[in-house]
């Protein structure tokens, strides 16, 4: 967020008041005709057999309230996909919660779990509703960096930003904004932590099944002593291309599921009947259509690094996700906000600041973030744009 002020906001949104820079940049594309490479969403729609799942179930016999904890056939393909890509269990029955998107999931998640005086360990950059959801809970955070341009964190860092008040850890993996995959040696040195101060962890794994190279998604729940204490966010929407049906859901040990519902049941209380059926199906894809999804991101990601390489600016190669992290000072630029609030302007193609995902400005001043899930064609067009800028 930018942080401008809000006169009827209350204290504890203060800092979160104003227009998202999201909403400024995608704003900003539409007055200027620019690419809009800041917001991550595909500009195709998912697999046709998923949209005609939800046609069907619109037509048939999902329409009014699905069940509090949602229909059993989106719990059961929940659970079965646990299983059959990470070998997780989870009990559909009282394992597997359905939500409104994984944003209510973190939101229920952190609201159930902590409260005024908690602390909450989480990394910056961040995803910019992980702050936003600490301060509504009362909780404050405790921010430990990823430093460009491998985006590693040091271990004493984070064993420093635990103490006796932490309730939570928030982990994002593939992580957004970054592209980083989180190694499996981190994600111990995570794990040891969580364990020694009986620390619960919500892991955001909305990007599960974008992961490229020789890289892997390993889940935070499956590392030694972590099944108990870790609450495990996913959603359709980036797996299967659907971002607006905003279906999610959240796999932990039964007591903590039914603590997160109580939460998730004051803010929806349910959503989304037809998709949950749709979404259901998606997950029931063969294997090929998730090394597909991957190759196809990963061809996207390649041709835009290249381009903004071409281009002077220098990427941070990301190893999953949407994103792509570029250093914006071979170009003789050091503020990304104004960089990115000219660059339309400059050439036709809109970027978010990382900036405004971090706490320390300074951390991610020099940085912009590109999503490349758009149609290569599009992606094109915005390579042969910021050519451009090589030439000014
Ligand atoms: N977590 C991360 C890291 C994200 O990038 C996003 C979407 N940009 C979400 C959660 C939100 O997921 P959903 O649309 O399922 O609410």
Not at 50 to 65: K, L
Request: aromatic share 8%.
């Amino acid at each position: 967020m930018t942080g401008e002020h809000s006169p009827f906001l209350c204290n504890r949104l203060q800092e979160f008041g104003g227009a998202s820079v999201f909403a400024e940049m995608s704003a900003l594309a539409v007055r200027t005709g620019a690419i809009n490479l800041g917001q991550g969403f595909p500009d195709t729609n998912g697999p046709p057999a998923v949209a005609e799942a939800a046609i069907e179930a619109i037509r048939g016999d999902f329409n009014q309230y699905p069940p509090g904890i949602g229909y059993p056939v989106l719990r059961r393909a929940v659970a079965d996909h646990q299983k059959r890509f990470w070998g997780l269990e989870f009990d559909p029955d009282t394992e597997v919660l359905i939500t409104a998107g994984a944003t209510e999931a973190i939101t229920a998640a952190i609201l159930a779990l902590c409260g005024p005086g908690d602390e909450v360990v989480t990394f910056e950059p961040y995803f910019d509703i992980y702050p936003a959801d600490i301060s509504m809970a009362g909780a404050e955070r405790r921010l430990v960096q990823l430093r460009p341009p491998a985006y590693t964190f040091d271990p004493d860092e984070l064993a420093a930003a635990f103490g006796p008040r932490t309730r939570v850890l928030v982990l994002n993996s593939p992580h957004n904004p970054t592209g980083k995959v989180f190694s499996v040696a981190e994600l111990d040195t995570i794990a040891r932590l969580c364990v020694e101060h009986d620390v619960i962890a919500i892991t955001d794994e909305v990007y599960e099944h974008l992961v490229f190279d020789q890289n892997v998604h390993v889940p935070l729940a499956g590392r030694p002593q972590m099944a108990d204490r870790t609450v495990t966010i996913s959603s359709g929407g980036k797996t299967l291309s659907f971002t607006g049906w905003k279906i999610g859901w959240v796999c932990a040990r039964g007591e903590l599921v039914r603590a997160v519902q109580a939460a998730k049941q004051l803010l929806t209380y349910v959503s989304g009947g037809p998709f949950q059926p749709a979404v259901a199906v998606g997950l029931g894809l063969d294997d090929g259509f998730y090394t597909g999804l991957a190759a196809d991101l990963q061809a996207r990601r390649d041709l835009l690094c290249a381009g903004l390489s071409a281009a002077g600016f220098e990427p941070a190669v990301p190893q999953g996700t949407y994103y792509i992290t570029a250093d914006i000072r071979p170009l003789g630029a050091s503020d990304g906000l104004e960089f990115c609030r000219a660059l339309p302007e400059m050439c036709g193609v809109v970027a978010v600041p990382v900036q405004v995902l971090c706490d320390d400005k300074e951390l991610g001043a020099p940085f912009v973030r590109f999503a490349a899930c758009k149609r290569p064609e599009v992606l094109t067009e915005a390579v042969e744009r910021l050519a451009t800028l090589a030439n000014r």
